[in-house]
Protein backbone atom coordinates (compact mmCIF):
# COMPACT_ATOMS: atom_id res chain seq x y z
CA UNK A 1 0.00 0.00 0.00
CA UNK A 2 1.31 3.29 -1.37
CA UNK A 3 1.80 5.62 1.55
CA UNK A 4 0.09 9.02 1.94
CA UNK A 5 2.15 12.58 2.67
CA UNK A 6 -0.29 14.34 5.05
CA UNK A 7 -0.13 18.02 5.68
CA UNK A 8 -1.94 20.58 6.33
CA UNK A 9 -2.44 22.73 3.37
CA UNK A 10 -1.92 22.15 -0.35
CA UNK A 11 -1.10 24.27 -3.25
CA UNK A 12 -1.49 23.09 -7.03
CA UNK A 13 1.05 25.11 -9.26
CA UNK A 14 4.17 27.33 -8.11
CA UNK A 15 3.20 30.36 -10.40
CA UNK A 16 2.53 33.51 -8.95
CA UNK A 17 -0.57 33.03 -6.48
CA UNK A 18 0.70 29.86 -5.61
CA UNK A 19 4.03 31.03 -4.09
CA UNK A 20 2.91 34.59 -2.94
CA UNK A 21 -0.12 32.05 -1.37
CA UNK A 22 2.07 30.15 0.42
CA UNK A 23 4.46 33.07 1.56
CA UNK A 24 1.94 34.37 3.52
CA UNK A 25 0.64 31.67 4.73
CA UNK A 26 4.16 30.32 6.30
CA UNK A 27 4.42 34.03 6.93
CA UNK A 28 1.25 34.62 9.25
CA UNK A 29 -0.15 31.15 10.61
CA UNK A 30 2.18 27.64 11.75
CA UNK A 31 0.77 25.40 8.98
CA UNK A 32 2.53 23.18 7.18
CA UNK A 33 2.20 23.99 3.18
CA UNK A 34 2.99 21.51 0.32
CA UNK A 35 3.15 22.91 -3.60
CA UNK A 36 3.06 20.49 -6.31
CA UNK A 37 4.82 22.23 -9.33
CA UNK A 38 4.37 20.04 -12.52
CA UNK A 39 7.61 21.90 -14.20
CA UNK A 40 11.14 20.32 -13.19
CA UNK A 41 12.52 23.54 -13.39
CA UNK A 42 12.06 27.41 -13.02
CA UNK A 43 12.95 29.27 -16.36
CA UNK A 44 12.28 32.35 -18.11
CA UNK A 45 9.46 31.94 -19.70
CA UNK A 46 7.45 35.64 -19.23
CA UNK A 47 7.18 39.01 -17.80
CA UNK A 48 5.16 40.36 -15.05
CA UNK A 49 4.34 44.11 -15.03
CA UNK A 50 2.38 46.14 -12.35
CA UNK A 51 2.59 49.77 -10.42
CA UNK A 52 4.74 50.56 -7.93
CA UNK A 53 1.30 50.91 -5.70
CA UNK A 54 0.35 49.75 -3.32
CA UNK A 55 3.88 48.30 -2.18
CA UNK A 56 4.77 44.61 -1.60
CA UNK A 57 7.50 42.54 -1.25
CA UNK A 58 8.59 43.02 -4.79
CA UNK A 59 8.67 46.41 -5.27
CA UNK A 60 11.94 46.84 -4.85
CA UNK A 61 12.90 43.11 -6.33
CA UNK A 62 12.18 44.68 -9.86
CA UNK A 63 14.45 44.05 -12.99
CA UNK A 64 13.54 47.71 -14.44
CA UNK A 65 11.58 50.27 -14.02
CA UNK A 66 10.55 53.24 -15.77
CA UNK A 67 8.88 56.66 -14.50
CA UNK A 68 7.22 58.03 -17.57
CA UNK A 69 4.00 56.53 -19.47
CA UNK A 70 3.21 56.82 -22.57
CA UNK A 71 -0.21 56.51 -25.06
CA UNK A 72 0.00 57.17 -28.77
CA UNK A 73 -3.88 57.40 -29.70
CA UNK A 74 -4.99 58.61 -33.59
CA UNK A 75 -1.24 59.48 -33.76
CA UNK A 76 -1.28 61.68 -30.54
CA UNK A 77 1.04 60.99 -27.96
CA UNK A 78 -0.31 61.35 -24.14
CA UNK A 79 2.28 61.25 -21.55
CA UNK A 80 2.15 59.95 -17.37
CA UNK A 81 4.58 61.52 -15.08
CA UNK A 82 4.47 61.97 -11.92
CA UNK A 83 6.90 61.68 -8.93
CA UNK A 84 4.91 58.74 -7.08
CA UNK A 85 4.11 56.31 -9.71
CA UNK A 86 6.28 53.97 -11.59
CA UNK A 87 5.65 50.77 -13.70
CA UNK A 88 7.85 47.94 -12.46
CA UNK A 89 8.95 44.72 -14.87
CA UNK A 90 10.46 41.38 -13.17
CA UNK A 91 10.58 38.19 -14.91
CA UNK A 92 9.45 35.17 -13.87
CA UNK A 93 12.94 33.28 -13.36
CA UNK A 94 13.71 36.10 -10.63
CA UNK A 95 10.17 35.87 -9.01
CA UNK A 96 10.18 31.99 -8.47
CA UNK A 97 13.83 32.00 -7.42
CA UNK A 98 13.00 34.75 -4.62
CA UNK A 99 9.92 33.00 -3.46
CA UNK A 100 11.32 29.29 -3.66
CA UNK A 101 14.49 30.76 -1.60
CA UNK A 102 13.02 32.48 0.99
CA UNK A 103 10.16 29.73 1.62
CA UNK A 104 12.50 26.63 1.86
CA UNK A 105 14.37 28.36 4.37
CA UNK A 106 11.57 27.01 6.95
CA UNK A 107 11.11 23.42 7.69
CA UNK A 108 7.05 23.99 7.33
CA UNK A 109 7.72 24.28 3.62
CA UNK A 110 7.96 21.94 1.17
CA UNK A 111 7.58 21.75 -3.19
CA UNK A 112 7.71 18.57 -4.95
CA UNK A 113 8.34 19.64 -8.88
CA UNK A 114 7.93 17.79 -11.85
CA UNK A 115 4.98 16.78 -10.33
CA UNK A 116 1.61 16.19 -12.34
CA UNK A 117 -1.44 15.77 -10.51
CA UNK A 118 -4.02 12.69 -11.92
CA UNK A 119 -6.90 13.28 -9.74
CA UNK A 120 -8.49 14.59 -6.59
CA UNK A 121 -10.96 13.06 -4.52
CA UNK A 122 -12.85 14.77 -1.12
CA UNK A 123 -13.99 12.94 1.54
CA UNK A 124 -13.03 14.33 5.23
CA UNK A 125 -9.91 15.45 3.73
CA UNK A 126 -8.35 15.73 -0.17
CA UNK A 127 -6.59 13.06 -1.89
CA UNK A 128 -4.50 14.14 -4.70
CA UNK A 129 -2.94 11.39 -6.69
CA UNK A 130 0.31 12.26 -8.55
CA UNK A 131 3.63 10.38 -10.90
CA UNK A 132 5.25 11.35 -7.59
CA UNK A 133 2.58 10.02 -4.95
CA UNK A 134 -0.53 10.68 -3.37
CA UNK A 135 -1.04 13.90 -0.84
CA UNK A 136 -3.94 14.21 1.51
CA UNK A 137 -4.40 17.93 2.97
CA UNK A 138 -7.51 19.43 4.89
CA UNK A 139 -7.19 22.23 2.30
CA UNK A 140 -6.27 22.95 -1.25
CA UNK A 141 -5.76 25.79 -3.41
CA UNK A 142 -5.28 24.79 -6.95
CA UNK A 143 -4.03 27.17 -9.37
CA UNK A 144 -4.68 25.42 -12.84
CA UNK A 145 -6.99 26.72 -14.62
CA UNK A 146 -10.40 24.90 -16.30
CA UNK A 147 -9.81 24.37 -19.64
CA UNK A 148 -11.38 27.11 -21.91
CA UNK A 149 -13.31 26.86 -24.79
CA UNK A 150 -13.51 30.18 -27.09
CA UNK A 151 -17.18 32.25 -27.15
CA UNK A 152 -17.49 34.46 -29.71
CA UNK A 153 -20.03 36.40 -26.73
CA UNK A 154 -16.52 36.84 -24.84
CA UNK A 155 -13.46 39.02 -24.99
CA UNK A 156 -10.36 37.77 -24.85
CA UNK A 157 -6.66 39.32 -24.13
CA UNK A 158 -3.71 37.67 -26.61
CA UNK A 159 -0.63 38.63 -27.20
CA UNK A 160 3.27 37.76 -28.64
CA UNK A 161 6.20 39.84 -27.60
CA UNK A 162 9.57 39.54 -28.59
CA UNK A 163 12.22 40.71 -26.55
CA UNK A 164 14.83 42.19 -29.34
CA UNK A 165 18.23 43.44 -29.75
CA UNK A 166 19.01 46.19 -32.30
CA UNK A 167 22.18 47.54 -33.47
CA UNK A 168 21.41 50.75 -33.08
CA UNK A 169 20.39 52.83 -30.16
CA UNK A 170 16.62 53.70 -30.81
CA UNK A 171 14.82 53.14 -27.11
CA UNK A 172 14.70 55.66 -24.54
CA UNK A 173 15.20 53.66 -21.48
CA UNK A 174 13.18 55.71 -18.92
CA UNK A 175 9.77 55.62 -21.30
CA UNK A 176 7.53 52.86 -21.91
CA UNK A 177 4.65 52.93 -24.12
CA UNK A 178 1.98 51.66 -22.37
CA UNK A 179 -0.30 51.16 -25.78
CA UNK A 180 0.27 52.47 -29.05
CA UNK A 181 -3.05 51.83 -30.79
CA UNK A 182 -3.13 50.92 -33.97
CA UNK A 183 -5.60 51.10 -36.61
CA UNK A 184 -7.45 48.24 -37.67
CA UNK A 185 -10.46 47.00 -38.63
CA UNK A 186 -12.90 45.17 -36.50
CA UNK A 187 -9.74 44.93 -34.23
CA UNK A 188 -8.65 46.44 -31.14
CA UNK A 189 -4.38 45.88 -31.33
CA UNK A 190 -1.84 47.41 -29.75
CA UNK A 191 2.13 47.53 -29.30
CA UNK A 192 3.48 47.47 -26.20
CA UNK A 193 6.98 48.45 -25.77
CA UNK A 194 9.34 47.86 -22.72
CA UNK A 195 12.69 49.77 -23.13
CA UNK A 196 15.62 47.65 -21.32
CA UNK A 197 18.84 48.98 -22.70
CA UNK A 198 19.24 51.90 -25.64
CA UNK A 199 19.52 49.09 -28.00
CA UNK A 200 16.96 46.12 -26.85
CA UNK A 201 13.62 46.04 -25.48
CA UNK A 202 10.55 43.83 -24.67
CA UNK A 203 8.36 44.17 -27.57
CA UNK A 204 4.30 42.81 -27.55
CA UNK A 205 1.39 42.73 -30.04
CA UNK A 206 -1.83 42.44 -28.04
CA UNK A 207 -5.39 42.26 -29.20
CA UNK A 208 -8.44 42.27 -27.18
CA UNK A 209 -11.10 40.07 -29.11
CA UNK A 210 -13.26 37.08 -29.23
CA UNK A 211 -10.62 34.67 -30.94
CA UNK A 212 -7.21 34.66 -31.08
CA UNK A 213 -4.77 34.87 -34.46
CA UNK A 214 -2.37 33.00 -36.22
CA UNK A 215 1.50 33.09 -34.73
CA UNK A 216 3.04 35.25 -37.67
CA UNK A 217 0.16 37.99 -37.57
CA UNK A 218 1.63 39.02 -33.87
CA UNK A 219 5.20 38.46 -34.96
CA UNK A 220 4.71 40.39 -38.66
CA UNK A 221 2.43 43.58 -36.56
CA UNK A 222 6.11 43.90 -34.55
CA UNK A 223 8.65 43.69 -37.35
CA UNK A 224 6.22 46.26 -39.00
CA UNK A 225 5.90 48.41 -36.12
CA UNK A 226 10.19 48.55 -35.27
CA UNK A 227 10.56 49.42 -39.17
CA UNK A 228 7.87 52.24 -39.33
CA UNK A 229 8.45 53.48 -36.22
CA UNK A 230 12.60 53.28 -35.88
CA UNK A 231 13.24 52.65 -39.08
CA UNK A 232 14.98 49.05 -38.11
CA UNK A 233 14.60 46.12 -40.83
CA UNK A 234 16.86 43.45 -38.78
CA UNK A 235 16.58 42.62 -34.81
CA UNK A 236 18.56 39.53 -32.91
CA UNK A 237 15.30 37.68 -31.01
CA UNK A 238 16.44 36.78 -27.43
CA UNK A 239 13.30 35.52 -26.11
CA UNK A 240 9.63 35.24 -27.07
CA UNK A 241 6.83 35.22 -24.59
CA UNK A 242 2.94 34.35 -25.29
CA UNK A 243 -0.40 34.35 -23.38
CA UNK A 244 -3.84 34.23 -23.04
CA UNK A 245 -6.23 36.24 -20.88
CA UNK A 246 -10.27 35.60 -20.47
CA UNK A 247 -11.27 39.19 -20.11
CA UNK A 248 -14.32 37.59 -18.08
CA UNK A 249 -15.35 35.92 -15.38
CA UNK A 250 -14.40 32.34 -15.90
CA UNK A 251 -16.11 29.33 -14.37
CA UNK A 252 -14.83 27.92 -11.24
CA UNK A 253 -15.98 24.72 -10.12
CA UNK A 254 -15.97 24.67 -6.65
CA UNK A 255 -15.61 21.57 -4.56
CA UNK A 256 -15.59 21.53 -0.87
CA UNK A 257 -11.68 22.21 0.45
CA UNK A 258 -10.66 22.72 -2.86
CA UNK A 259 -10.25 26.59 -3.21
CA UNK A 260 -9.68 28.18 -7.02
CA UNK A 261 -6.60 30.67 -6.92
CA UNK A 262 -4.97 33.01 -9.52
CA UNK A 263 -6.31 33.27 -12.93
CA UNK A 264 -8.38 30.19 -12.31
CA UNK A 265 -9.99 31.84 -8.91
CA UNK A 266 -10.96 35.19 -11.01
CA UNK A 267 -7.88 36.79 -9.28
CA UNK A 268 -7.27 39.12 -12.82
CA UNK A 269 -8.32 41.87 -13.38
CA UNK A 270 -10.61 41.35 -16.30
CA UNK A 271 -10.53 44.71 -18.06
CA UNK A 272 -6.69 44.59 -18.09
CA UNK A 273 -4.94 41.09 -17.38
CA UNK A 274 -3.24 42.18 -14.11
CA UNK A 275 -2.97 39.59 -11.62
CA UNK A 276 0.15 40.41 -9.10
CA UNK A 277 -1.05 42.85 -7.31
CA UNK A 278 -4.25 41.03 -6.21
CA UNK A 279 -2.25 37.99 -5.28
CA UNK A 280 -0.84 39.80 -2.55
CA UNK A 281 -4.40 41.69 -1.66
CA UNK A 282 -6.35 38.20 -1.84
CA UNK A 283 -3.59 35.87 -0.29
CA UNK A 284 -3.67 38.49 2.58
CA UNK A 285 -7.37 38.00 2.69
CA UNK A 286 -7.58 33.70 2.82
CA UNK A 287 -5.14 34.16 5.81
CA UNK A 288 -7.44 36.15 7.75
CA UNK A 289 -9.76 33.79 7.34
CA UNK A 290 -7.59 31.05 8.22
CA UNK A 291 -6.83 32.56 11.11
CA UNK A 292 -10.12 33.34 12.16
CA UNK A 293 -11.36 29.58 11.28
CA UNK A 294 -13.33 30.60 8.79
CA UNK A 295 -13.48 29.34 5.08
CA UNK A 296 -10.90 31.18 2.97
CA UNK A 297 -12.94 33.90 0.96
CA UNK A 298 -11.80 37.51 -0.65
CA UNK A 299 -13.73 40.11 -0.88
CA UNK A 300 -16.29 40.33 -4.37
CA UNK A 301 -16.24 43.67 -5.76
CA UNK A 302 -19.72 44.21 -7.70
CA UNK A 303 -18.94 47.67 -8.96
CA UNK A 304 -15.65 47.21 -10.05
CA UNK A 305 -16.96 43.61 -11.75
CA UNK A 306 -19.64 45.15 -13.15
CA UNK A 307 -17.84 48.63 -14.48
CA UNK A 308 -15.15 45.91 -16.05
CA UNK A 309 -17.53 43.48 -17.52
CA UNK A 310 -19.58 46.92 -19.60
CA UNK A 311 -15.64 47.84 -20.71
CA UNK A 312 -15.23 44.48 -22.01
CA UNK A 313 -19.21 44.38 -24.01
CA UNK A 314 -18.28 47.20 -25.30
CA UNK A 315 -14.51 46.81 -27.13
CA UNK A 316 -16.10 43.29 -28.27
CA UNK A 317 -18.98 44.74 -29.79
CA UNK A 318 -17.50 48.13 -31.15
CA UNK A 319 -13.42 47.13 -31.49
CA UNK A 320 -13.35 50.58 -33.70
Known amino acids: MNKVSSNDIIIIGAGVSGLILANEIIQRTKRKVLILEKKKKFTYEKNLCFWNIPKNELTKLYNN ?93 HFVGLEIKCTKDIFKVNEITLMDIQEKNNL ?55 GIIPMTRVKCNTIKNIIKIGMAGNWVKMSSGYSLQNSFIYSKQIVDCILNNSYPRISSKPLVNFLDMMFCKYVLKYPN
Not at 74 to 88: A, H, S
Not at 126 to 141: D, E, P, R
Not at 217 to 240: A, G, H, L
Request: charged share 25%; with cysteine.
Open 65 to 157: KWKKIVLNIDGQKRKLVDKNIEYLRINSKTLHDFYVNKLKSNNRFSIIMGCQVKSKNNQNEVLISTNKGKYKAKLVFDSIPEKFIFNKEYLYQ
Open 188 to 242: FNFLYVLPFTKNSALVESTYFSSKTLKRNTYINDIKSYIYQKYNIKEFTVKFCES
